[in-house]
């Protein structure tokens, strides 16, 4: 199967293998086997790491597919420079990571998923926009982030995120008591749709 996809994370597995879960465009979430990218003289290595934009081919196998190819369409550079940069980064595929199904596609998701990590990319972290990313996520997924709170105020600020472009939600300024409604609200839904280490405190960082 040949398709593009993004990384999200990778662990270690065996000797010198990594099992990589990468969302793809055609494919939703895919976890996958990269059979001997941790020996040195691997050619692969270099084109799976986390938050690259990949053309992935992938060969059927008796467990996990396997990894037959990787090339780089695009590399988010000065993500991997900057720690705030990549906290924030590994917090959105993380997010995407785990709150998908394996086989589900959506080009929608996958378009948000490329759009923060270009954001990041080119302008760095920004709580606000995070906590954007996150409410769009959410609505993809089909829950409404506004029913975990009654406070009008904030339920006005989260539909607000939910629809607007990133460039206009940069420029938000909220007080502390907002912040605190808002990122109360997404925890309780973690905790009610996520797993548990996916946490809403790096908003309010």
Known sequence: MNTRAIVLYYRAW???DRVYTVYSETAGKQIVRGHGVRKLQSKLAGSLEPFAEIDLYLIAARQRPK???AVIRHRFKHITAQQQSWQAAHWCTQLVGDLTPEGA?????YQLLYEILAWIDQTG??????CSFACKVIRVLGYDLAAQTNQSEVIKIIQWLTSTP??????????????QGIVASMQRWLIQH???HVQ????LV
């Open 14 to 16: 065996r000797e010198a």
């Open 67 to 69: 990894i037959g190819g």
């Open 105 to 109: 596609a959506d080009t929608v998701l």
């Open 125 to 130: 972290a920004h709580r606000t926009v995070l």
């Open 166 to 179: 990133y460039q206009s939600v940069q420029k938000l300024r909220l007080t502390n008591s907002q912040w």
């Open 194 to 196: 996520g797993p548990a």
């Open 200 to 203: 809403a405190n790096i908003l």
